[in-house]
């Protein structure tokens, strides 16, 4: 399992974005503040409000609509998953906050894995897109269907849909990410099941590794706000965490794995920075 994680940090450290791999890894990504405060004021909103953020629509309605159109006969997600990377590209590119990744080489290990990624942002999804340089599989709740476009990808690129209200009825999706896996699919999971309201680590969800077993951007926007704060990030990369050999009984053993070896990568990311 590897670990991947990412932070933006203006004013303060904070933020976070983690995935596992092999079975997983973990990596952190943040602004890189050389000595100095980066100041989102007034000019920084009305650029986001008026350029950024109708520009990222943009891509959104015309990369969505051809996208969809082409799952008609991209069976595998395949052409989906490019339309997806550039929509990604060009948003990172838009947001003028360029994108350190530390750790890469783990990306080149062939062995199947899941990704555990914490979940500051709304740009964590581009940040990956961008950076993990292979196709994977994104599990997502199913509250996320009811967005259009980014809904209707999600459905039609074959993604996995969890009901966090309703696992039992997620069980073909499980299923099917199970089998995705076992071909080499890499999978992407958010363990804190949504975005952290307040760029803190939150606690992860009961079973959240059951696939892997089986087999600071906060800042940057957080939620509810459309103001994107432009500034340099980094994503770090984590060593994998092997979970061959291991039961469902050990899945809490390895959720507290998952979370030690982000918290060390957060710890090694401040120590840096001071």
Not at 119 to 132: E, K, M, Q, R, W
Request: some cysteine; glycine content about 6%.
């Amino acid at each position: 399992m590897n670990k991947i994680a990412t932070t933006a940090e203006p004013e303060k450290e904070r933020g976070e974005l983690r995935s596992p791999a092999e079975s997983e890894p973990a990596a952190w990504s943040g602004t890189l503040q050389q000595g100095h405060k980066k100041r989102h004021g007034w000019p920084s909103r009305l650029r986001s409000y008026f350029i950024l953020a109708p520009l990222i629509w943009v891509y959104t309605v015309v990369l969505g609509t051809i996208s969809l159109i082409s799952s008609l006969v991209d069976r595998n997600g395949s052409i989906q998953h490019k339309f997806a990377r550039l929509w990604s590209m060009l948003v990172m590119k838009t947001i003028l906050s360029p994108v350190k990744v530390m750790g890469a080489p783990s990306f080149e290990n062939p062995k199947p894995k899941v990704y555990a990624v914490t979940h500051a942002s709304a740009l964590d999804i581009p940040i990956l897109y961008v950076h993990l340089p292979f196709q994977f599989r994104i599990v997502f709740k199913s509250e996320l269907l009811g967005y259009p476009f980014i809904g209707w990808h999600l459905k039609r690129s074959g993604q996995v849909c969890i009901n966090q209200q309703n696992p039992a009825a997620s069980i073909g999706a499980v299923k099917s990410a199970l089998r995705s896996l076992r071909k080499g699919m890499p999978l992407v999971i958010f363990p804190e099941g949504g975005r952290t309201p307040n760029g803190q680590l939150q606690p992860f969800l009961p079973g959240a590794f059951f696939l892997a077993i089986k087999v600071d951007t906060f800042d940057l926007l957080p939620m509810n706000t459309y103001h994107i704060k432009c500034q340099p990030l980094e994503m770090r990369v984590g060593e994998p965490i092997p979970t061959a050999g291991l039961t469902v009984r050990d899945t809490d053993a390895v959720s507290a794995k998952v979370k030690s070896a982000i918290e060390s990568l957060r710890s090694s990311r401040s120590n840096e920075s001071r």
